[in-house]
C-alpha cells in the first residue's frame, strides 16, 4: 500500500490536538487499546504483539495502523500532524509512547520543548498506588504536576471531576492526548490546565489532591523542569504542599511524594514544615518509599545551597484535618 504524505511533516502537539481527524484516530486507538486489554507496563503482559510495538514506538507495517487508528483518513491526518511517522521502509510509528495500567492512561512523546521533558518514574507509580490507597472517590480531585497524565486519568474511576495541571505546554498536550484515549464518561471527568503548582483554582474545593514534586536540586536537574525543585530541592515540594493545603475541603486528603533532607545544623525543611501544618489543626504521616531515584547530590558541599546535606530519603507524605481541629 502507498501512503502519500508531506515528508515535511513533524510532530507538533499543538497540529495533534486541533486537528478533528487526528483526535479521532487517538480516540480509535483508545477503543483498541481497551479491546486488547494492553498494559503496559506489567511486565508479565508485555508481548512482541503488534500493538505491544506500536504503543512503544516501534514500527509496524500500514495494514495494522490502519487499523489501530481508523482508516486511511484517519492515518493521512495522524501523518500530516506528525503523531505518525513513517520511516524508509514504509513502517509506521507513533509519535508518543502510550502507557496503560489500573485504569490509568499516560503519554510519553518522543520530542519536547527544551528541558520540558515528560517524566515517568518509578514514583509516578508510586503516587498511583498512594492515590489507589487514599483516594476512595468523592467529588473533586487534583493532581498537580500531571507529567504524562496518568494518574490524573486513574483518579477519573473514583471522582466526579478531576482537574490535572503542568506548567510545562509539553506536559498539558501529554496530558490532553492522554484524556482523549479514555472512554467516556471518564474523558468528560477530567480537565486538563497549564498552572503553575495551584494558581488559579478555587481553594477548599479539592477532596483529593496528589502530587509527584521536583525535589532535585536545581544545581544538578539538569534545566529539567520536571526534576527541579529549587536550590536545596525541597522550595518547590513547599509550594506544592502549602498550596495543595488550601486546595482541601473539610475533609480532604493531600498526598505528595517529595525528598525529605537532613542537613548537619539540624535544618530538616520537611519535618519543620509538618510540624507547623499540624499547628493549624492536620494530622500528618510520612511514610519512606521504594523509590530508587539518583540521590547522589547528597554531600555536594560545592554548591552553597547543599552545604551540610548529610541525608536524604524519598518519602509520602499524607496531610488530613484532624477531627478535633
Known amino acids: 500500500m502507498s501512503l502519500a504524505m508531506d515528508s515535511s511533516a513533524t510532530s507538533s502537539f499543538s497540529r495533534v490536538l486541533t486537528d478533528p481527524l487526528t483526535l479521532q484516530a487517538v480516540e480509535h486507538l483508545g477503543v483498541m487499546m481497551r479491546q486488547t486489554g494492553f498494559e503496559s507496563v506489567s511486565p508479565d503482559l508485555i ?14 507495517n500500514p495494514d495494522f495502523a490502519l487499523e489501530m487508528l481508523g482508516g486511511l483518513d ?10 505518525v511517522r513513517a520511516d524508509n521502509n514504509g513502517n509506521l510509528r507513533l509519535a508518543v509512547s502510550l502507557l496503560a495500567t489500573a485504569e490509568a492512561v499516560g503519554v510519553i512523546p518522543d520530542s519536547y520543548a527544551a528541558g520540558e521533558r515528560v517524566y515517568v518514574g518509578p514514583d509516578t507509580w508510586i503516587l498511583l498506588e498512594r492515590a489507589w490507597r487514599f483516594g476512595l472517590g468523592g467529588h473533586r480531585a487534583v493532581e498537580l504536576g500531571t507529567g504524562s497524565g496518568a494518574v490524573a486519568t486513574f483518579l477519573t474511576t473514583r471522582y466526579e471531576h478531576v482537574v490535572a495541571t503542568d506548567i510545562t505546554s509539553s506536559s498539558v498536550a501529554a496530558a490532553s492526548l492522554a484524556r482523549r484515549l479514555l472512554d467516556e464518561p471518564r474523558r468528560s471527568r477530567l480537565s486538563i490546565l497549564q498552572a503553575d503548582v495551584g494558581r488559579g483554582l478555587q481553594p477548599q474545593s479539592f477532596d483529593l489532591v496528589v502530587a509527584n514534586t521536583p ?7 539538569a534545566d529539567q523542569v520536571f ?5 536545596s530541592g525541597f522550595e518547590l515540594p513547599l509550594r506544592f504542599l502549602t498550596e495543595g493545603i488550601d486546595l482541601l475541603t473539610e475533609d480532604g486528603i493531600l498526598i505528595l511524594l517529595c525528598a525529605d533532607l537532613r542537613f548537619a545544623d539540624g535544618r530538616a525543611p520537611l519535618a519543620d514544615a509538618l510540624r507547623a501544618i499540624r499547628t493549624k489543626g492536620f494530622s500528618t504521616e510520612i511514610e519512606e518509599t521504594p523509590n530508587t531515584n539518583d540521590l547522589s547530590f547528597i554531600g555536594c ?10 541525608s536524604g530519603h524519598h518519602v509520602s507524605v499524607v496531610v ?3 477531627s478535633d481541629a
Do not use: H
Open 47 to 60: 508481548t512482541e504483539s503488534a500493538f505491544a510495538r506500536f504503543a512503544s514506538r516501534q514500527p509496524v
Open 74 to 83: 484517519a492515518l493521512r491526518a495522524c501523518l500530516a500532524s506528525g503523531f
Open 215 to 221: 525535589w532535585i536540586p536545581t544545581s544538578v536537574a
Open 227 to 231: 526534576a527541579d525543585g529549587g536550590p
Open 301 to 310: 558541599n560545592e554548591v552553597s545551597s547543599l552545604n551540610g546535606l548529610i
Open 320 to 322: 488530613y484535618r484532624r
